[in-house]
């Protein structure tokens, strides 16, 4: 067979992805406000996380100081040029702009931090892809308002992108309103992406979190925020590119019995393209008005509601894929982890260490599918392993699963494209070693460079070039041609 591939187009975005609230650290510094990301302590893959209202003296708290990027940036920044990064995803940590969110004033100092960073992105020519909401939000929020259940969030969060988009409008050209916006889809985003204080004793946990109404009622006014921030960010500058960002959970049927397949359909309608037909398409689509209906949930909408999100519809499509997972009409069969979800377990697939099915064709079949539905452009945000790294006596970190991960993820990528898929650009998730969303651990690794601290929060903090740092950046060198 000849070889057909096409080639990353030219200026296609090699690049790294990350969030303040799991990289930054600086929790209280120039001026910050206490974030919800600052109240959650740290966890491990068997002990889940905890959310305290009050900080507790003596417990750990991962994002509060994190890896220390904010005072470190320039020494990151510079191993990212290294690499050749091309774009670097991050994310504006809310509670340093509005300490409280309903703050009158901007917070002047946090503002001049970003300069900062971005200034010394623009001396290396790397493009800033900035995540405005991504899990984090001024814990005031939820202590006043209960985060986004609450109609006047929108109005808060969009006089932050106000803000945010005059402050940077000659600097910063990509946006995504908001990190995996279907999280509230699923109870784990009650908190994380709702900022909603879960009911209970606070446990980070499914069963902890699970209130529908309260959930897409929120989602709700997510979705009429970023529509509203889209309109007024193309007004503030024509040449912005604001994107919507979805935690695609890849969902195969476990058999052909049509019975999984139907689920495996409505699942992929309910998780996906829900919120994507929302923000792409401007309206809800009918399998989710009647998943509303027959769950008794009822979406309160103002009488301008559905033309907002007619006027505010994005103008890319990124996403973060790790993982695939099967479904079934049986009850009984084996379940598998996910980041936001539970699935079943594919006979044909390995799961890493924290129990993720790997599956770079799933990457292949997830572009085809978006980009059939939108015809828009699409970028990879998030993507990668976490796992266990070893540094060897000789101060080495051989990371060779990390490099096989991300290579089939690229080879997939490829096909995708020459299947004619449109795709702009590649972030893998956590660049550099940070904060696990989901248990707060530290040894959950994805980067290229290693970050010398643990769970306890012990650690240097050095930084250290991986094995899988030098292959990245023949990777960017020639633009995807040299993967081995
Ligand atoms: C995504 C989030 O769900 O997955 C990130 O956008 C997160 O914030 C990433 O860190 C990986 O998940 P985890 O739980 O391994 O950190």
Request: glycine share 8%; net charge negative.
């Amino acid at each position: 067979m000849s070889n057909v591939l096409a080639k990353f187009p030219q200026g296609f975005l090699w690049g790294g992805a990350t969030a303040a609230n799991q990289f930054e650290g600086g929790y209280r510094e120039g001026g910050k406000g206490l974030s919800t990301a600052d109240v959650m302590t740290g966890g491990t893959h068997t002990i889940p996380r905890r959310i305290t209202p009050v900080l507790e003296e003596g417990t750990y708290y991962p994002s509060h100081e994190a890896i220390d990027f904010y005072h470190r940036y320039k020494e990151d920044i510079k191993l990212f040029a290294e690499m050749g990064f091309k774009v670097f995803r991050m994310s504006i940590a809310w509670s340093r702009i509005f300490p409280n969110g309903d703050d009158k004033e901007p917070n002047e100092e946090g503002l001049k931090f970003y300069d900062d960073v971005f200034a010394e992105l623009k001396k290396y020519n790397i493009e800033p892809l900035v995540t405005i909401s991504h899990y984090e939000a001024p814990f005031n929020l939820t202590k006043k308002y209960n985060g986004w259940a609450d109609r006047r969030v929108i109005d808060f969060y969009v006089k932050y992108c106000e803000t945010i988009f005059n402050r940077y409008k000659n600097v910063v050209k990509y946006w995504l309103t908001f990190n995996e916006i279907n999280a509230l889809t699923m109870p784990l985003g009650t908190f994380m992406a709702g900022a909603i204080m879960p009911e209970g004793n606070g446990e980070f946990t499914n069963a902890a979190l699970n209130n529908d109404q309260i959930r897409f009622q929120a989602l709700h006014h997510q979705f009429v925020a970023s529509a509203k921030a889209v309109k007024l960010g193309h007004e503030i500058n024509k040449d912005f590119k604001i994107g919507c960002m979805i935690a695609y959970m890849c969902t195969y049927p476990l058999t052909p019995n049509p019975e999984d397949v139907i689920l495996a359909q409505n699942k992929d309608n309910l998780s996906n393209f829900l919120c994507s037909d929302v923000q792409v398409r401007g309206e809800y689509p009918g399998f989710a008005k009647r998943f509303f209906k027959e769950n008794n949930i009822n979406i309160v909408m103002e009488k301008d509601d559905e033309k907002i999100l007619k006027e505010g519809c994005v103008d890319f499509y990124t996403f973060s894929y790790y993982m695939s997972f099967c479904v079934s009409a049986d009850p009984n069969q084996e379940k598998i982890g996910g980041n936001l979800s539970l699935g079943l377990k594919n006979p044909y697939l390995k799961a890493s260490d924290w129990g993720w099915q790997i599956d770079p064709k799933g990457l292949r079949w997830t572009l085809n599918n978006i980009y059939n539905r939108y015809r828009i452009p699409l970028m990879v945000v998030e993507n990668g392993l976490g796992a266990v790294d070893t540094v060897e006596a000789d101060g080495s970190i051989n990371d060779d699963y990390r490099i096989d991960y991300l290579r089939e993820h690229i080879k997939e990528m490829r096909e995708a494209i020459t299947d004619g898929v449109d795709l702009m650009g590649y972030t893998p998730w956590g660049c550099i070693d940070l904060v696990s969303a989901s248990t707060g651990e530290m040894k959950k690794r994805y980067g290229f460079i290693y970050v010398d601290k643990d769970n306890e929060g012990k650690g240097t903090l050095d930084r250290k070039r991986k094995k899988s740092f030098y292959w990245y950046k023949k990777v960017i060198e020639t633009n995807g041609e040299e993967l081995e």
